[in-house]
């Protein structure tokens, strides 16, 4: 064992980070870099999983060094990634086959009509909660197999290539290409895990075409994966525990372990996620049922509301508006204002998740007088991210039959307190800010000492600390006001109404 040190990696849409974090849960030191975001026609997102990794190699290599530990001083890897985006890669080179297609990637969408013609929607949902959408990762395999090099599903029957989410690859990678493995969380979203059975299943597996000798093998969330490759990144071998998609990890993260708590992680899309215990419960109107986590082989479940476009919005006002130079500046120029004045943006660049799930919605800036200025946008944007995450939470209090008192949140963009402020006035609940924005990596830094032995759940639940609660304060009819804008926004840009 080690110093009671737990090295944590966040492998996100935009960037990775590397965090140290001792045994009462502090994060000593942490190092993150981006990676390029590849648009290489409209609706299609990669990324190059290569330098990904080199990344990933420096940002854990450098974090020790700031902290000057060695590897014999950490106890335990974490890993928690962006969940749907998947690599396909050569076994025997180690190299992947095409860049790794994202989970805001559209170019699927064909592929999902097609078995949807088939009547296959209603097999897929049941046997593994989601929706056959392009969000998730199956058809980006089938596409990958049957539209990039020209022997690639010959040398995937033959045993020659893997696939997996980025905490396969990643696992893959660092232990030298001894481990190919995910977890349970991961995999319930790749619509390839039987989510009652919690096994890979043939019938899905014949649906896309995809020769099961590709897939991981499944874990636990709190299992020991394998080490890392002595000399890769670190000196000496480190355990790899505390394996969690970023959505679930957010969710352990935030200490919702008991069924109705409910968090919604504020990133470059966004997820709300409902703790529903250990029994599956299948739901509709655009909810997705996934796995919460699994520990020593017991399976929590949760019902999640699927944001795709979020922090995102920011992000575009910034590289390809250049309205704003950097994100601090956003909350001064939305409270210069003192109302939206009409405007509304439906960011819609990915088409829209829940409640709607149309992957042809386009994204458009409505409302818009002689008189809009640039704080209008910069507000419609931020507001848009409340917007979806209100029709999240409506949706999910409906399906559910669960009445949600308290939203606990997680995220860089929570730091914006006038997001947060009118988030709680359109739920008109409160909104319970941790002092850690980024609970993903936490939470897996949590999972991952729960593994190895530096806590237990009691332990879990005294390290979570709040940074500020924020309480409802707008009049409702206010409050009606704004959101039937809202709707209305949306239903012009719906792909039924263009």
């Known amino acids: 064992m080690g110093d009671g040190y737990i090295l944590a990696l966040d492998q996100s849409t935009s960037a990775s980070k590397a965090m140290l974090v001792n045994r009462d849960g502090v994060i000593v030191t942490q190092t993150a870099l981006e990676h390029k975001q590849y648009y290489p026609k409209p609706g299609w997102v990669e990324h190059d999983a290569m330098e990904i990794y080199e990344n990933v190699k420096y940002i854990l290599s450098d974090v020790l ?209 409902m703790n529903i215990g250990s029994a599956y419960k299948p739901v509709g109107n655009g909810l997705v049922t996934s796995i919460a986590w699994v520990i020593d082989g017991k399976a929590e479940y949760v019902l999640e509301g699927i944001v795709h476009c979020s922090g995102d919005s920011l992000k575009w006002l910034k590289d390809n508006l250049e309205l704003i130079h950097d994100f601090t500046c956003i909350q001064g120029l939305a409270e210069s204002i003192e109302s939206n004045e009409g405007v509304y943006m439906v960011p819609a660049f990915v088409g829209l998740g829940i409640p709607h799930w149309d992957a042809d919605a386009k994204a458009a800036i409505l409302g818009m007088s002689r008189g809009t200025s640039k704080e209008h946008i910069v507000r419609a944007a931020l507001e848009s991210i409340v917007y979806q995450i209100k029709d999240a939470i409506d949706t999910m209090q409906s399906e559910s039959e669960i009445r949600i008192k308290e939203l606990r949140v997680d995220g860089g963009p929570t730091e914006n307190s006038f997001l947060m402020q009118f ?20 939470g897996a830094a949590y999972m991952a000492g729960l ?32 959101y039937q804008g809202w709707e209305e926004a949306v239903a012009r840009v719906l792909s039924k109404s263009l």
């Open 65 to 273: 060094k700031k902290a000057n530990l060695e590897s014999a001083n950490i106890d335990v890897l974490a890993i928690t990634n962006q969940r749907e985006t998947v690599v396909v890669w050569d076994k025997d080179t180690g190299v992947p086959i095409y860049h790794a297609i994202v989970w805001q990637c559209r170019r699927t969408s064909e592929i999902c009509l097609q078995l949807k013609d088939q009547g296959l929607e209603n097999t897929v949902k049941d046997l593994t909660g989601l929706l056959l959408d392009p969000y998730f990762s199956a058809t980006k395999v089938k596409w990958i197999l049957e539209n990039t090099v020209p022997d690639a599903m010959e040398k995937a029957q033959a045993g020659k290539l893997l696939m997996g989410t980025m905490d396969s690859w990643l696992i893959w990678k660092l232990t030298g290409g001894k481990v190919h493995a995910t977890d349970y969380t991961n995999a319930s979203r790749t619509l390839l895990c039987n989510i009652k059975s919690l096994e890979w299943d043939d019938a899905l597996l014949k649906i896309f075409n995809i020769p099961k000798t590709m897939l991981a093998d499944i874990k636990s969330s709190n299992a020991t994966f394998g080490y890392t490759k002595a000399g890769e990144v670190f000196a000496s071998p480190i355990p790899i525990a505390g394996v969690m998609g970023d959505s679930q990890a957010a969710l352990f993260g935030q200490n919702c372990f008991e069924s109705g708590m409910v968090k919604a992680t504020y990133g470059t899309g966004s997820s709300v996620m």
């Open 451 to 482: 593994g190895v032995g530096i806590w237990n759940m009691m332990d879990l639940s005294k390290l979570r600390q709040i940074e500020q609660v924020y309480i409802p304060s707008m009049e409702d009819a206010v409050r009606t006001q704004y």
């Open 423 to 442: 988030q709680a006035d359109m739920l008109n609940i409160k909104v319970t800010r941790a002092k850690v924005a980024e609970l993903s990596v936490m």
